[in-house]
């Protein structure tokens, strides 16, 4: 098997949610993926991501962890079949599916998260902030934001 880790900073997401709720959002994007491996305990799993043209096999590993400043952090790495080589398509689509899991897991996180208890605002409402500026990060980042959708929503939230 061929490795593919993404290099530097980028080799982990960080999400300012609660783990559990990270790894919730992680398997029910990946629900519809052939598992080859998942622990909820370690919230780490395995994934066959298919056959590509050319390419062999490609498995993905994701784990969740809890973040040393809070919240989680998502790893994703990949790896390809013996017939790969360095196959830039392959590459490519390791990278691609990266991305998708990220924002998927992004916009999930509104729904699998535990609704905030009422009273005033407190240091959990401001870390929901954060985390919601984040999400409209890694969205506009990814292109499915434009930068006017964008300012806008980061208008809404910090108004």
Not at 115 to 122: L, Q
């Amino acid at each position: 098997m061929v490795g593919y880790t993404s290099e530097g900073a980028s080799d982990a997401q960080w999400f300012p949610n609660d783990p559990a709720a990270v790894w919730t959002a992680v398997k029910k994007y990946l629900s519809s993926m052939k598992l080859r491996s998942c622990d909820d305990r370690t919230m780490r799993l395995e994934v066959n991501l298919g056959m590509a043209a050319f390419t062999g096999s490609c498995i993905a590993s994701v784990s969740v962890q809890p973040a040393p400043q809070g919240g989680a952090l998502l790893r994703f790495s990949g790896r390809m079949g013996a017939f790969s080589g360095q196959n830039i398509g392959a590459t490519r689509r390791i990278e691609k599916e990266r991305t998708d899991l990220i924002n998927s897991v992004a916009s999930m996180l509104p729904a699998v998260m535990p609704p905030p208890a009422s009273g005033a605002a407190t240091d959990s409402d401001q870390l929901d902030v954060v985390g919601k500026l984040q999400q409209l990060s890694v969205l506009h980042q990814a292109g499915a934001l434009s930068d006017d959708e964008y300012a806008s929503a980061k208008a809404k939230l910090l108004a």
